[in-house]
């Protein structure tokens, strides 16, 4: 786990990875998000993940025209909101939010924000104890993991990258990857008040994840330092998937 006192947030920039527009979401045909109005409208790329980003605090709804249901902040430790979009309805985007509870979604309107794409997507395989990084549904990428213990198990769902942040020691590595993951476990880890589960550098580990991978955590995702690195490129709001395996 990340303990929230000792984050200092580091550019989130979406920098190549990303594509920017104005133009508003569609439902296509099969379900599929794109940019644009059907026809000849710009599409997302294949394979991507829209994203929406906040330039003010928000309101979310629980529907499109619907109650209030969540207040959707400009940042979020210090890091932009920049949120995946789950799906779409004319003029409105559900997106997932960083908070607690995990998984937890609202809908706002599209004029609200500011809507990109990123093509890449990281797996997390805790049976496998490996993680693999994808662009345009290609894997590009693949690592052993050190994982959560069972003990202090890594959080399983959908979520995504929140912001990246300073280390707060030399064996975080040169960066540490936020998630919008909350333990499950632990509920205030070093008295920050949270327990966000990040993906860094092995703390001393790189022996026991090796190349198969370990269960050494309490929740995060530890890399040997080579592997961190590949991660560099991913923008913030791309999707993380933690499956059970």
Same mark, same amino acid.
């Given at each position: ?106 809908? #706002?309107? #599209? ?38 213990? #069972? ?26 990857? #936020? ?11 070093? %008295? ?24 050494? %955590? ?28």
């Amino acid at each position: 786990m990340l303990a929230l006192v000792a984050i200092t947030t580091a550019s989130c920039a979406s920098g190549n990875g990303s594509h920017t527009t104005t133009k508003a979401p569609h439902v296509t045909s099969d379900g599929s998000l794109t940019l644009g109005a059907a026809g000849g409208a710009p599409l997302t790329p294949a394979g991507s993940t829209l994203l929406a980003t906040f330039h003010g605090a928000e309101q979310g709804y629980g529907s499109p025209n619907g109650p209030p249901s969540a207040s959707i902040p400009a940042t979020w430790h210090g890091a932009q909101s920049i949120l995946p979009v789950v799906t779409a309805q004319p003029g409105w985007v559900d997106v997932r939010l960083a908070q607690r509870p995990n998984e937890s979604t609202a809908w #706002v309107p #599209v004029a609200d924000v500011t809507l990109s794409s990123t093509p890449y997507k990281i797996l997390i395989d805790l049976k496998k104890m490996h993680i693999y990084l994808f662009k345009a549904d290609q894997l590009i990428y693949a690592a052993p993991a050190g994982v959560g213990t #069972v003990a202090d198990p890594t959080p399983t769902g959908e979520f995504f990258v929140a912001f990246f942040a300073e280390p707060p020691s030399p064996g975080y590595g040169p960066f540490v990857m #936020v998630s919008s993951a909350h333990s499950n476990k632990i509920s205030d880890w070093e %008295s920050s008040g949270d327990a966000l589960m990040a993906i860094h550098g092995p703390l001393g580990t790189d022996a026991e994840i090796g190349t198969t991978g370990a269960r050494v %955590s309490h929740g995060c995702v530890r890399l040997h330092i080579a592997d961190l690195l590949h991660l560099r490129i991913v923008p913030a709001g791309s999707p993380i998937d933690v499956v059970a395996g």
